[in-house]
Nanobody, 117 residues
Framework: QVHLEESGGGLVQAGGSLRLSCAAS??????????MAWYRQARGKERELVAG???????TYAGSVKGRFTISRDNARNTVDLQMNGLRPEDTGIYYC?????????WGQGTQVTVSS
């Protein structure tokens, strides 16, 4: 299993920026060989994938965040980051990182992002 700890969330005004970070521990070989993703869950909604990145560093994005969010990973430091610019109120939610697909790997506690209008 890969243990994941997210950080970097907060309260920001619309149009602002935040940088989220996810630190992996445990089975690092699983982390380095697999695609990773950032997911978010808004209140009352299902968790959705917002950005993914392959082990080799190729990113993919949900249409709603394309052009505003940038995902990156550092396999030497065992981290996955999400730079979020041009934040909107609809980006509000708890953000989690995990494998993509998550394959029943445990979820971390997530980090809350709140965007005020």
């Amino acid at each position: 299993q890969v243990h994941l700890e997210e950080s970097g969330g907060g309260l920001v005004q619309a149009g602002g920026s935040l940088r989220l970070s996810c630190a992996a521990s445990g089975s690092i070989i699983i982390f380095r060989l697999n695609s990773m993703a950032w997911y978010r869950q808004a209140r009352g909604k299902e968790r959705e994938l917002v950005a993914g990145i392959t082990g080799g560093g190729n990113p993919t994005y949900a249409g709603s965040v394309k052009g505003r969010f940038t995902i990156s990973r550092d396999n030497a430091r065992n981290t996955v980051d999400l730079q979020m610019n041009g934040l909107r109120p609809e980006d509000t939610g708890i953000y989690y990182c995990n494998l993509d697909p998550f394959k029943s790997n445990p979820w971390g506690q997530g980090t809350q992002v709140t965007v005020s209008s």
